[in-house]
């Protein structure tokens, strides 16, 4: 799993969205990594942060689980946890487990 971009771009507003890029697998080996990158990327953020999954090929259980953890916290911040680029595979496993209910999915 490789992690892209996890601050705003220099320049920004302060409003704009901070948008991280996911790729590889996201699996037991790399939850831990990924939790830590995305705490980080809230402390860059301001009310939006978007994770972008495009690029993401393997999303097991534990990734699931980072993510929803990860949302608890930004909304505890006032920050909303949004995703995008959402592999048809990744949708699948959202959609079974109610979780596409939970994630704000943009296109």
């Known amino acids: 799993m490789t992690v892209i971009d ?3 771009l220099a ?3 302060a409003s704009a969205p901070t948008l991280v890029h996911l790729s590889g697998d996201i699996d037991l080996f790399t939850t831990a990594r990924l939790r ?7 402390d860059h ?3 939006l942060l978007i994770v972008d999954l495009s690029q ?3 999303c097991g ?3 699931l689980g980072v993510l929803v953890g990860v949302q608890g916290r930004a909304r505890r911040r006032g920050i909303t946890l949004a995703l995008t680029g959402v ?5 699948r ?14 296109a």
């Open 6 to 8: 996890t601050a705003p």
């Open 11 to 13: 320049g920004a507003s």
């Open 36 to 42: 830590r990158r995305l705490i980080n990327a809230l």
């Open 45 to 47: 953020s301001t009310d």
């Open 56 to 58: 993401v090929t393997f």
């Open 61 to 63: 259980a534990g990734g």
């Open 87 to 91: 592999p048809p595979r990744v949708a």
């Open 93 to 106: 496993l959202l959609r079974i487990t109610g979780l596409d209910r939970r994630f704000p999915v943009m």
